[in-house]
């Protein structure tokens, strides 16, 4: 399988480690996987310890939770409003309007597909232009 460089899922595989260079698909998708459910501790963990300290400082649950939570739920409000915008442009369009073209392997796919078939494939992170250019 080739992976583009500018891959999302490359840039949070090597998060940690600038230089980490993936071998074989199985073990880059948990990479990534544990990755991102390590990001969503640390968010999960700093909101929760910014409402504790808030809490501590003006010793009302209330204060603490209009200046912590409030922010957080509006970050939240608009993540969900951007997936569905996302979404909704994702939306096939009549076939007039909509050019063929074809679209690169999914990390997620190839995963699933590298463990029906019991084999995983090798990784080659190549350049950007090169992945479009064949």
């Known amino acids: 399988m080739r992976i583009s460089e500018n891959a999302w899922h490359l840039k949070v595989a ?9 071998r074989d698909l199985c ?15 640390v968010v ?9 300290l808030v ?6 649950p209330w204060w603490a939770f209009m ?3 409030v ?10 409003v951007f997936l569905l915008i996302a979404a909704f442009e994702a939306i096939p ?12 392997p ?11 078939r019991r084999i995983c494939p090798l990784i080659e992170v190549v350049p950007a232009d090169e992945l479009r250019n064949p």
């Open 67 to 69: 200046i912590v939570i």
């Open 27 to 41: 073990s880059y998708f948990w990479q990534v996987t544990f990755k991102l459910l390590a990001a969503l501790a």
């Open 93 to 104: 369009k009549p076939h007039s309007e909509r050019a063929k073209k074809e679209k690169p």
């Open 71 to 80: 922010p957080a739920a509006f970050v939240v409000l608009g993540g969900v």
């Open 44 to 52: 999960y963990s700093a909101i929760y310890w910014g409402y504790v």
């Open 14 to 22: 090597r998060l940690a480690d600038g230089s980490y260079q993936p």
């Open 55 to 60: 809490d501590a400082i003006f010793d009302n």
């Open 106 to 116: 999914s990390l997620v796919g190839e995963y699933l597909k590298a463990k029906k």
